[in-house]
């Protein structure tokens, strides 16, 4: 992630520029072409001229692309999402009564999904639809009676959360409803991804000499992601799933070998050094701790299939790590591999063979929040980072896709009991904190890292609620436009917070569940893997955690 300088948003200006508005260097180039023709001398008129038959025949190859492979791709799009299967009323009250025990700024939780508008403008009905989605995944012209009566009811807790009433009737305010909305896409050139497809290579030429084996998909599936990958074709091995990954063979007996959810980007391109540093040999003098890192194509800038569902993937994870014969594995994530990692910690095969697992950056906390889902897909960019992050991310076809149609935060939301191996329910609403005494001997060892900075993940609120330094009743944030990327803005109490991480050398711990938060204040999201001295803190925590 870039920063906020001047110079950088100039820079990512023109990129988006360059790559949503072809035409732009098309026609500029074109017509330089034409006068160098017309006014050059007679020998450069012909090189003129060549030069713009391959500007041509570069907008030809635009056009192509645009008609056969982005237009359908983005017709596809359209299709609705279809939601998991509806839990049982004691359910949704128990969960949406845990939610509301962590939402601090009841404020700011309503006007967040409701994209910053004033609480005047945000009525009964509206919170109402609202609710619908959040908890019933039903738009608001399929309310039956008895459902009805549940989210009346809802609506009267917020209400007493607020302190007062909302205004009967439906007011002008929109709500965020992410598998209902529209998926938000923009074009990008066809040498966007080619872009993609030279670093997708080069990744796999960096990989493969840090000895890494590389695990394809089958070759059948080589011509149903674009731009197409070589490496699907040539490869010797093949997933016995038909997940791809990257595996580095486990040699050493005396501790735990790695799994590793990337997040949205391209692909493992920049995790090439922290996978290197986790397995290194040379430096420790032992042998090499085995790594099996997934490709998690939906999310790499490609145009794919859709995301395999929660189901799916756990049946081809577990076939891929028993194929591999590892009886146990510390788990590690960056960003939307949270949400892998929140399935997998879930799945009764596999939560018991995970004895630690560290997170980064982690989506999936508190997601309950409106802040990932705002600021990943509604917020409208002011600074260079939030400029990248709406155009090469956000907006991206194959991430709206995934996030829009195929994103159920229920299912997707963890809580700090079942990261920390303390909570057996599956979708996380048993309180378990009266209880976390006796269970501390089988409790999964956690670390989270977090980023100070983070554009996407309001990564205070997380911290504060992993490591409850701050108060219930005193938020750590409250409404205002002075903070950092339009987030909440520092208050009193977040200062108390900074200062007591701070004095912990970056370092907190919760009492109750014993998760670690590892704090990073000046970095926004996914710069720690820039930094090789932050990279290695977390690498020392993993290589730590194997070696237990």
């Known amino acids: 992630m ?3 300088s001047l110079h950088e948003y100039i820079f990512i200006r023109i990129c988006i520029a360059l790559v949503r508005y072809p035409v732009i260097p098309y026609a ?4 330089a072409c034409l006068i160098g023709a017309k006014h050059g001398q007679p020998q450069p008129q012909n090189r003129w001229a060549t030069a713009a038959r391959w500007i041509v025949g570069l907008m030809v190859v635009e056009v192509a692309y645009a008609v056969l492979i982005w237009m359908p791709y983005r017709n596809n799009l359209k299709a609705a999402a279809k939601h998991p299967a509806p839990s049982s009323p004691d ?36 919170v109402r639809e609202f609710l619908l989605w959040a908890f019933l995944d039903q738009a608001a012209g399929d309310r039956p009676g008895p459902e009805s009566q549940e989210v009346d009811q809802y609506v009267a807790q917020i209400e007493v959360m607020l302190g007062r009433p909302f205004e009967p009737g439906r007011g002008p305010a929109k709500c965020l409803r992410l598998t209902l909305d529209d998926v938000e896409t923009k074009y990008r050139s066809v040498w966007w991804y080619a872009i993609i497809a030279l670093l997708d290579a080069a990744t796999h030429m960096f990989l493969v000499a840090h000895g890494f084996q590389y695990y394809a998909q089958p070759k059948e599936e080589t011509f149903a992601v674009f731009p197409p990958r070589v490496q699907q074709l040539i490869s010797r091995r093949r997933s016995s799933t038909g997940l791809g990954y990257w ?47 997934l490709e998690i194509l939906p999310v ?33 994530c960056h960003s939307y591999g949270s949400v892998l990692a929140t399935h997998v910690l879930r799945c009764s095969e596999l939560q018991a063979r995970i004895p630690s697992a560290v ?35 956000s907006t991206d076809p194959g991430v709206a896709h995934c996030l829009g149609r195929y994103f159920f935060w229920r299912e ?40 100070g900075q983070d554009l996407i993940v309001d990564s205070h609120a997380v911290a504060s609620y992993l490591t409850e330094v701050g108060q219930r009743n005193d938020p750590a944030y409250v409404q205002g436009n002075e903070g950092k990327q339009g987030r909440r803005n520092v208050a009193a109490s977040q200062a108390r917070f900074k200062a007591e991480l701070e004095r912990q050398h970056g370092q907190g711990q919760s009492a109750n569940s014993g998760i670690d938060v590892l704090w990073f204040p000046d970095h926004d999201h996914a710069q720690v893997f820039d930094s090789k001295r932050e990279r290695r803190r977390i690498v020392d925590v993993v290589r730590g955690y194997c070696e237990e």
């Open 247 to 293: 595996y580095l063979p486990h040699e050493r007996s005396d501790c735990s070998p790695v799994v590793f959810f990337h997040g949205i980007g391209i692909g493992l391109w920049i995790y090439i050094r922290f996978l290197a540093d986790i397995s290194a040999a040379k430096k420790h003098g032992k042998g090499r701790i085995g790594i099996i890192a």
């Open 300 to 332: 790499s800038f490609r145009l794919t299939k859709p995301p395999l569902g929660k189901d799916a993937f756990l049946e081809q994870l577990t076939g891929i790590i028993d194929h591999h014969d590892w009886d146990r594995f510390v788990l590690t």
């Open 91 to 126: 359910a949704r009250q128990a969960l949406f009564d845990r939610c509301m025990a962590t939402v601090t700024d009841p404020e700011h939780y309503i006007r967040g999904w409701f994209l910053g508008a004033d609480l005047t403008d945000i009525r009964r009905d509206n």
């Open 2 to 4: 870039i920063g906020r």
């Open 412 to 451: 997707n939301a963890i809580w700090a009991e079942e990261l920390a191996g303390l909570s057996e329910s599956p979708i996380g609403i048993r309180e378990t904190r009266s209880h976390a005494a006796d269970e501390r001997r089988n409790a999964r060892r956690v670390t989270v890292c977090l980023s």
């Open 28 to 31: 500029a180039v074109l017509t």
């Open 359 to 393: 997170l980064v950056d982690p989506v999936s906390i508190l997601l309950h929040l409106p802040d990932v889902a705002y600021n990943f897909t509604r917020r409208q960019p002011k600074t260079a980072n939030e400029w990248q992050l709406w155009y090469f991310a």
